[in-house]
């Protein structure tokens, strides 16, 4: 028997799987893992599916600790401790991916003003400035000199960064309005956001007392996001904002297979072998060289995304034309 979250949000795999589950008549249920009697629900499953967000503030405070805690009882979880601990954790991922020598994007994070200004006098600019989380390049800024820098620091080990940039998101919602991207309505909700933060931010309270940069990688008009699952990649080229280094949530997405390198591919394969994980999005640029540089990673994605991809390659680099069910592959991983 399998327990799926009961989530009616349509960015979120859940009713995916459910479609998956009745498609192939395999035994589910729908649970809400906010129950208090959770634990009691599950005594007749064999694992958990919920794929929960960083942008709700209930799923903030209460996935981990509840998925986690399924895992080390022995119930089947998705995602599990080794897909997602690092979850919305830039900071985190750091340290993961420079302790399993990855080719990462060089990152460095500091825990006292002192010795951030210490870096910044001694290192060349523009870099690149990230909050710990954010999805869609929220939080993401181009930092092109050292007095801007040092402003940064001043307000990192001050009152801190509140985690939801309210005019930033305003101006990445007009401007996908523009683009035909976006519903007028999301322009009003950006503007209702910036006078009252969603309750995530207030639940996360400030980013404080750390700064976290990475290299700035020129000579890239988009990046490469690869996802892995069960043997199985697909993935898409998202070409950079007009007059912007970011390509996260542009919304200007390539599908074929030729826009997409295949050396990204070999390399989430690789990395995917490292990790140990079930389900990982990895987002990858060109180094100066014309190889893989890791930016960061996430095991969950917003699904409409992807309908568009026109296949997907399995671990001997074969590639499968056609549509596919990635979410299928989950439920069929957890079965194995």
């Known amino acids: 028997m399998i327990a799926?979250?009961?989530d009616l949000r349509?960015?979120?795999?859940?009713?995916?799987?459910?479609d998956y589950c009745i498609q192939n008549k395999i035994p589910y249920k729908l649970i809400n893992c906010y129950d208090?009697?959770?634990?009691?629900?599950?005594?007749?499953?064999?694992?958990?599916f919920w794929h929960y967000n960083q942008s709700s503030a209930n799923d903030v405070v209460m996935a981990k600790p509840l998925l986690f805690s399924l895992e080390q009882s022995g119930l089947k979880v998705f995602p599990n401790f080794n897909t997602a601990w690092h979850f919305d954790d830039k900071v985190g991922q750091k340290y993961l991916l420079e302790a399993l020598n990855i080719d990462l994007v060089k990152t460095w994070v500091f825990?006292?003003?002192?010795?951030?200004?210490?870096?910044?006098?001694?290192t060349n600019f523009p870099k690149v400035f990230k909050l710990r989380g954010g999805a869609g390049s929220q939080n993401v800024q181009l930092i092109r000199t050292k007095t801007a820098a040092n402003k940064?620091?001043?307000k990192a080990f001050g009152k801190g960064f509140p985690a939801y940039d309210g005019w930033g998101s305003f101006k990445?919602?007009?401007r996908k309005w523009r683009l035909g991207k976006a519903d007028f309505k999301e322009v009003i909700k950006g503007t209702f956001r910036m006078v009252k933060p969603p309750k995530y931010a207030q639940v996360m309270g400030n980013e404080v007392n750390y700064l976290y940069f990475q290299e700035f990688i020129p000579n890239n008009d988009s990046d490469t996001r690869i996802i892995v699952i069960d043997g199985k990649a697909f993935g898409i080229k998202r070409m950079n904002r007009e007059n912007d280094f970011r390509a996260s949530g542009s919304g200007f997405i390539l599908y074929d297979k030729d826009s997409i390198d295949e050396v990204f591919v070999k390399a989430a394969f690789d990395i995917h072998k490292k990790l140990k994980a079930q389900c990982i999005a990895y987002d990858f640029v060109y180094d100066e060289h014309k190889k893989p540089l890791l930016i960061e990673i996430s095991f969950g994605f917003a699904n409409g995304g992807y309908n568009d991809c026109v296949g997907y390659w399995d671990e001997k680099m074969t590639w499968h034309e056609g549509k596919f069910n990635p979410y299928g592959w989950m439920i069929e991983l957890m079965l194995k």
């Open 111 to 122: 825990y006292d003003s002192k010795s951030a200004k210490k870096w910044i006098q001694e």
């Open 4 to 6: 799926i979250h009961n």
């Open 172 to 174: 990445e919602r007009f």
């Open 10 to 18: 349509t960015h979120l795999f859940h009713y995916l799987w459910v």
């Open 36 to 48: 208090s009697n959770i634990i009691e629900q599950l005594s007749d499953c064999n694992c958990l």
């Open 152 to 154: 940064l620091v001043k």
